[in-house]
Each structure stands twice: as structure tokens, then as C-alpha cells.
């Protein structure tokens, strides 16, 4: 995108470089409404194309102002993607990001990007989603907030509170230390490749849930696996199949996927996933693994993401 094609004057030069400065910001705040980097990217062209039309002059905070316009744009695309979903076929998943190590060092950034977040706020309204991302991750006020998504500053206290308490039932637990998680999966990753049922029970969870998304075009879990032992039958029996009946050179890379350690399937060398990971304590809880082409664009370069 080509934010600088249209410079006109020294007006549109001013709107070129306030946007330029604010779109990683932009960019986060999108993505963690939808879960999705290329519906992220059109809520930015949406934005910019809005942008360039404002007064500048009469713009007082050009950060907030950006902010607003993004998640009107977000905002009305999530109620279509809310719609779409509905017919997905499978387990629908975020699309993963590769991010640079500093997210990872960014204990805030990393749990409101991190693949359990996401989907905890996938069971938020539009609405609901919006308000609590600019509050509690952001740290928008609430008359910004209430102009973004055209509620009443009082209103949107109310929605901040239900949406937190919703959030916080449901939540991770504290996060880990990176250091923990990355030793967790590559616990993970040497019991698998070596098929060794016990070292995998062993950094399991007894709860673990393994969630998978192929989006129709990969086969995957229609319904989540649910328990160690049934995940680490999975595991090694998956791969003791494609080795054995299919002739298939499966690897696993270690890679750092919204903010979180993860592990990058190939097969035959060809990327096939990206497997990510929740550590709770020094074991893993959650695995979620896309397979589904149309969002695995994203894990060949790193994304940048920021909070300011």
C-alpha cells in the first residue's frame, strides 16, 4: 500500500506522515478486532482512504482521531466476518502473525495478540470486542471510546465492565515466562519427532485442548481434542501414519508466532502449519494448529505490532 501516491500538498504530505507514524498502532488495533491480517490491511486502505479527506487543522489529537476511524472500519467488517464465520467449515482459528522477539518481551502485547486471547475474544459482541480492545489493551479513554463506536461515554463504561468480567472468566492464566514456554515446547517438539508417548504426557496438561483449522481446504479436527492422553494419541499416531503409509518428511521448526513460542510443520519441506502453543505454569494447555492456506501468509516475515 502506497500511502504516499496521492501527496497533493503539504496537507496530504502531514495526513501521509501522521499515518505513517500511527500504522503498526492501526494495524494491531484491527487485527485484534478480527483475528485477521488481510482484513487488518483493508480496514487500513479504508482508513487512509478517510483520512486524507480530513481537516487536519481541526483534528486536535491525530492519534485518537486514527484510532476512531480504524475501528469504525473494523467494526463494521467484524459484523460481516461474524456472518461469514457462521459457515466456515471446521474449528476457525486467528491468523497467525510471525513477530519480532521484542512482542514476545512485551508481556501486555503478547497476551492480547496470543492465540488464546484471540479466541476468548471471539466470543465477544462487535460491539463489546471494540470497547474492551481500546480499553484494557490500548488504553483509550472512554469519550474516544464512545465516539468510535457511537455509544454514550456512560454506555460504554457499562460495556467495559461486562466485557472484562466475560474476558476474565475466560482468560489464561498468568502468562509465563518466555524462557518456560519455549522450554515447554521444545519438550513438546522432541517427544513428537522421537515419539515418545511418555515426554509427551509429561509436558501436557491433563486438560490440554488441541484445536485445529484447515478452513476446508486442509483436512483437520472438525471439534477439538480435549485431554493428554487423547492429544498425544493424535499426535504420534498422525505422525507415525504420514511417515510410514504416506512416505512423508515432517518437520518442526521453532518460531515465535503472535508473541508466543510455536512451531512451524513442514512437510516434505513445504510449510504445511504453524502450530501454536498456551503454557500455563510448565505445561502446555492449549495447541492450535492452522493448516488452512489463505492464513499462512503471514509467517514467512515478521509483523510489526505496537501498543503506542
Sequence with gaps: ????????????DAATE??????????????????SAADAEDVLQETWLRWIEVE????????????????????????????RREAYVGQWLPEPLLTAPDVAE?????ESVSM????????????ERAVFVLREVFDVGYDDIAAAVDKSPAAVR??????????????????????????????????????DPQGLLDVLAPQVVLVSDGGGFKQTLLRPIAGADKVARFMLGGLHRARTRTMIEIGLTPTVVNGSPALLVRMNGEVDGVLAARVEDDRITGLYY???????GRVGSETPLSLG
Excluded: C
Design 116 to 127: 488464546a486471547m484471540m479466541l476468548v475474544l471471539e466470543t465477544l459482541s462487535p460491539t
Design 18 to 35: 501522521a499515518f505513517v507514524a500511527h500504522r503498526n498502532l492501526l494495524f494491531t488495533v484491527a487485527y485484534e478486532m478480527l483475528g
Design 56 to 83: 487536519l487543522a481541526e483534528v486536535e489529537d491525530r492519534r485518537a482521531y486514527l484510532v476512531r476511524i480504524t475501528t469504525r472500519q473494523a467494526l463494521n467488517r467484524l459484523r460481516t466476518m461474524k456472518r
Design 1 to 12: 500500500m502506497n500511502y504516499g501516491s496521492s501527496v497533493r500538498d503539504d496537507g496530504t
Design 158 to 195: 457499562q460495556i467495559a465492565h461486562r466485557a472484562r468480567r466475560h474476558v476474565d472468566a475466560r482468560r489464561p492464566r498468568q502468562a509465563v515466562a518466555p524462557k518456560v514456554a519455549d522450554a515447554a515446547l521444545e519438550s513438546f517438539r522432541r517427544a513428537v519427532e522421537s515419539g
Design 290 to 296: 492452522v493448516r488452512n492456506p489463505e492464513k499462512l
Design 106 to 110: 512485551d508481556v501486555e502485547l503478547a
